[in-house]
């Protein structure tokens, strides 16, 4: 483990890095494709932290899309709704919103008619049988063949004109698409983090351009560029806990410990309280405050009971 903990994440060129906005779509779309392709590398290098720091991206998009549906909670509000639910508990609408950017970054970027159902009851969306033709629409748009941020603009135009009211599915299945087009394994919902960013205002009045209106393809290169510089250091972040994590391990004694690690790795969240067949409890809390103790884990709630932890 500590070998590849040790993996240092690529980072993207200065001059790739948004500092202002920027209306052009050739300069946009380049500054993407070189922020894509630190991404890229990062993506297929497999660190074994993968799993907390897509989940980590997930739940700053859905931070994001939470605030564009008007909902009043921010991030840690959206982790506290997801992880300290009741076990099969209903997590409630924002961990429900919570759920569907999680769901992204854990699965292939493939989704049929059963699962936009799900995905449209997670954001709170009625059903359309319009949303049936989806699917076709990603995979219309990526075999043409265009750089992947402006496939990712077309579907998110598409899937927009289908639910003029809910511009969060856009930003979702705009995610997707981008993952699709770069065949990644797993999508990192890059694009949905930038849906504030004001290097986006680049619309009349200084607003966001909304998906098919003026603008919108050079503000969806701006937010892969955005997107990927934000979760690239991100990454080096975490990769830096799970290189100290991969360091303390073998002072730790706790019997159950490496099912901790694996979750601490896999999540950007667990619990304190965390019970399994090795670790009660009472253990699971002794260790999380060991590791913290340790500066191989961060707590993440600033709470006195109900702690989570992660990298």
Request: hydrophobic residues 50%; glycine residues 8%; contains cysteine.
């Amino acid at each position: 483990m500590s070998l590849a903990s040790a993996f240092e994440p690529p980072a993207v060129p200065g001059w790739a890095v948004p500092r202002a906005q920027v209306a052009d779509l050739a300069e946009t779309a380049y500054m993407a494709g070189a922020a894509l392709t630190s991404l890229d590398n990062l993506i297929r290098a497999e660190p074994p932290w993968s799993g907390a720091w897509r989940q980590r991206v997930a739940l700053n998009a859905a931070a994001s899309a939470a605030r564009l549906l008007g909902h009043r909670e921010d991030a840690p509000a959206l982790r506290d709704a997801w992880h300290l639910r009741p076990p099969g508990a209903d997590p409630g609408p924002a961990g429900n919103l919570l759920a569907a950017w999680r769901r992204l970054a854990t699965r292939s970027p493939v989704v049929d008619a059963e699962g936009l159902r799900s995905l449209t009851n997670l954001l709170g969306l009625a059903w359309s049988d319009g949303f049936e033709r989806i699917p076709d629409l990603v995979e219309e748009a990526v075999r043409t063949a265009r750089p992947a941020p402006l496939i990712a603009a077309a579907v998110a135009r598409e899937v927009a004109a289908l639910a003029p009211h809910n511009e969060a599915l856009a930003w979702w299945c705009a995610d997707l698409a981008l993952a699709r087009a770069m065949r990644w394994p797993i999508p990192v919902p890059v694009l949905a983090t930038q849906i504030h960013a004001p290097a986006l205002r680049s619309g009349p009045c200084g607003r966001r351009p909304r998906p098919g209106g003026e603008g919108h393809a050079a503000a969806l290169c701006l937010a892969t560029a955005a997107g990927a510089v934000e979760a690239c250091r991100l990454a080096g972040e975490i990769a830096r806990r799970a290189a100290r994590l991969a360091a303390v391990t073998p002072k730790l004694r706790a019997k159950g410990a490496g099912e901790a690690i694996r979750r601490l790795l896999d999540d950007e969240a667990v619990p304190g309280a965390l019970v399994t067949a090795s670790l009660s409890r009472w253990a699971s809390r002794r260790l999380f405050e060991r590791l913290a103790a340790l500066e191989a884990v961060r707590e993440l709630s600033g709470r006195s009971t109900f702690r989570l932890y992660g990298l």
